[in-house]
């Protein structure tokens, strides 16, 4: 109920108020609204923003290397296996590889190298067991996630994969996450684990051979 219907009704009026001159609360109005806009800038930003210079460099990584270190980690591989993949389809490759890795936090060497032993860089492929794609993702274990594709789509399956891997580091950390990924909850051995350790360093090296 308004004020302006109290008093029609019959209630006590309100105690006057001191008046604050104009100029004095538009100052005020103008330090609270910049209070407030600071504030959600700074509830609005990422606890972890990989497009920021700063924090790659405290992560490890050199910002402009890593999209040149993944390309040419990628070409050198699929000039290696005779592949056919168009151009078109290795920028979305990299594209997708650099996105998913900001998103799960996670270094996009590892995701490039899980993706080259996984699947040699090949979208179509399909395991015996029934691994779909580039990160060779289990149907059952992306049913629940909120994709935007077909799982056989390169986004969608590199999402998959870096969800997937990013959980299993989070639990297990970065040694057993890794082998996990392959091995599932049993792991044997270390063969996969230093396969792609090899191939994380190779690609970490690409763009300076």
Same mark, same amino acid.
């Given at each position: 109920?308004?004020?302006?219907?109290?008093?029609?009704?019959?209630?006590?009026?309100?105690?006057?108020?001191?008046?604050?001159? *104009?100029?004095?609360?538009?100052?005020?109005?103008?330090? !609270?609204?910049?209070?407030?806009?600071?504030?959600?800038?700074?509830?609005?930003?990422?606890?972890?923003? !990989?497009?920021?210079?700063?924090?790659?460099?405290?992560?490890?990584?050199?910002?402009?290397?890593?999209?040149?270190?993944?390309?040419?980690?990628?070409?050198?591989?699929?000039?290696?296996?005779?592949?056919?993949?168009?151009?078109?389809?290795?920028?979305?490759?990299?594209?997708?590889?650099?996105?998913?890795?900001?998103?799960?936090?996670?270094?996009?060497?590892?995701?490039?190298?899980?993706?080259?032993?996984?699947?040699?860089?090949?979208? !179509?492929?399909?395991?015996?067991?029934?691994?779909?794609?580039?990160?060779?993702?289990?149907?059952?274990?992306?049913?629940?996630?909120?994709?935007?594709?077909?799982?056989?789509? *390169?986004?969608?399956?590199?999402?998959?994969?870096?969800?997937?891997?990013?959980?299993?580091?989070?639990?297990?950390?970065?040694?057993?996450?890794?082998?996990?990924?392959? !091995?599932?909850?049993? *792991?044997?051995?270390?063969?996969?684990?230093?396969?792609?350790?090899?191939?994380?360093?190779?690609?970490?090296?690409?763009?300076t051979s």
């Amino acid at each position: 109920m308004s004020a302006s219907s109290e008093d029609l009704t019959g209630s006590p009026p309100i105690p006057a108020t001191r008046v604050i001159p *104009i100029s004095t609360r538009a100052r005020r109005a103008g330090t !609270w609204g910049l209070l407030f806009l600071a504030a959600l800038f700074v509830l609005d930003r990422p606890l972890f923003d !990989w497009g920021s210079d700063d924090v790659l460099a405290s992560a490890g990584h050199d910002f402009d290397r890593i999209r040149p270190a993944i390309t040419a980690a990628l070409v050198a591989h699929l000039q290696d296996r005779n592949s056919s993949l168009s151009t078109e389809e290795q920028r979305r490759v990299i594209e997708a590889v650099l996105r998913s890795s900001r998103r799960y936090d996670l270094d996009p060497y590892l995701v490039t190298a899980v993706l080259l032993v996984e699947s040699d860089a090949r979208p !179509w492929a399909v395991s015996g067991k029934g691994a779909v794609g580039l990160m060779q993702v289990m149907p059952y274990m992306a049913e629940k996630l909120p994709l935007a594709g077909n799982l056989t789509t *390169i986004e969608s399956n590199v999402e998959a994969g870096c969800f997937i891997l990013s959980d299993n580091i989070n639990r297990l950390g970065e040694a057993k996450g890794i082998s996990s990924y392959f !091995w599932g909850r049993r *792991i044997r051995g270390v063969a996969y684990l230093e396969k792609v350790q090899e191939t994380r360093a190779r690609v970490r090296g690409a763009s300076t051979s």
